[in-house]
Structure formats: C-alpha cells, structure tokens
C-alpha cells in the first residue's frame, strides 16, 4: 500500500547536523508535491517546509529559514531534510508527508522520526 | 501561540454531536480552504477534511466540515469511543507562503 517511512533521526549537540530522509513507495513519488511536518513533546503540529513534484520550488516555516533544507532525489522516490544549526528547539518528531493535489492537504503520512537536540 | 486558534478541549457523551471551531484570518481561512486532521495517541495524523468540506475515501461521513469567513468548524455526529483524539485544523497562509496549523483541541469521550 502506499507508504512513507522516515529514517535519520537521533541525538545530537546544539549546533550540529542531522540529514533525515523519507522513502516513498506505492505510489507516482514524482507528481507530488512533499512536506516535513514537526511535533514538539507534548506540543501540536507545526509545517516545517513544502517541496514541489519536481523540486522547482521550496517553502519553509520562518523559524527554519537558513538552517534546513529540502530535497528530493525523484529516481529513488526519497524526500530529504538537511537540518543544520540545529537548537533544542528543534526537538521534535517529524514527519514526512504527500500532498494530495497541491492544495497542502496531507493524504499520506509517514509513522515519525524523532530528532532530540541536546548537549 | 498558533496562528490558527482551536479550542484546548471538547467533550461529549457517545452518540451526541460535538463541534470544534477554527478561527483565523484573512490571508489564511478568509482566502483558502481549510483541512482537518485527526491524531490518535501515539500515531501519525490522518486527513479528516479537505477543501473545507470533502471527506477522502474511508472517513465516515459522520465527520463534516464546513468554512465561513475567517472561521471554520468540524463535526462529529453520532460520537464513538474511537472518535477520542486530537483534532488540527489548518489552512495555507499566503502572507506566510506556508501552511499554519491550529493548536489542536484534544476531544475526550465521556
């Protein structure tokens, strides 16, 4: 069925980097557009940034402006996130997720990944 | 603090019909649609609602959502045990060029 799993997370000291990925399957991973999207412990949810099907065009939260970067590589139907700069306020579960047709509704979502950033 | 503001909790007796509010603003409900998602404890979010009032393929239609002005509601008729989760609206924001969420109203069944 169609699926989205995480991978990448862990601990890590303030100020480093952590790259996490999402693998795709089931589904035409090039026509959509992807998100990562991020929980705090114990906190709602937050978008954390947006990239088109064919990576063209990128979006992010401001509080992530500079430091994170997505990516895709559409030949291995994976998602990227390069988290550098990391603070602990980045602590989070995050997840990767579809967009259904580019209207940022989220149709599919993967099971999390969670990053702990702390010395 | 959310851009989008949710009530913290809401509650309501098996059977019954409960409803949850979303209010925003121009740039984000006022000017696109708004989706809804449901967290079940420990799990990942699922899509309830899309374009303010489309339910996807599998969601009871005993979810419903609708969108007026700056302000949008979800609810849930004929409320069951399973229904008890976490509840996020959202909407894209074109002053923010992004998508901001709701703080989440944690639905308990009594």
């Known amino acids: 069925q169609v699926q989205l799993v995480e991978s990448g997370g862990g601990v890590v000291q303030p100020g480093r980097s952590l790259r996490l990925s999402c693998a795709a399957s089931?589904?035409?991973?090039?026509?959509?557009?992807m998100h990562w999207v991020r929980q705090a412990p114990g906190k709602g949810l937050e978008w954390v940034a947006l990239?088109?099907?064919?990576?063209?065009?990128?979006y992010y939260t401001d509080s992530v402006k500079g430091r994170f970067t997505i990516s895709r590589d559409n030949s291995k139907n994976t998602l990227y996130l390069q988290m550098n700069s990391l603070r602990a306020e980045d602590t989070a579960v995050y997840y990767c997720a579809k967009d259904q047709y580019g209207d940022y509704a989220m149709d599919v979502w993967g099971q999390g990944t969670t990053v702990t950033v702390s010395s | 603090q959310s851009v989008l503001t949710q009530p913290p909790s809401a509650s309501g007796t098996p059977g019954q019909r409960v409803t949850i509010s979303c209010s925003g603003s121009s740039s984000n409900i006022g000017s696109n649609t708004v989706k809804w998602y449901q967290q079940l404890p420990g799990t990942a979010p699922k899509l309830l609602i899309y374009?303010?009032?489309q339910r996807p393929s599998g969601v009871p239609d005993r979810f419903s959502g609708s969108k007026s002005g700056t302000s949008a509601s979800l609810a849930i008729s004929g409320l069951q045990s399973e229904d008890e989760a976490d509840y996020y609206c959202a909407a894209r924001d074109d002053s923010l060029n992004g998508l901001v969420f709701g703080g989440g109203t944690k639905l308990t069944v009594l």
């Open positions: 089931e589904f035409t991973f090039s026509s959509y557009g």
């Open positions: 990239i088109w099907s064919d990576g063209s065009n990128k």
């Open positions: 374009s303010s009032n």
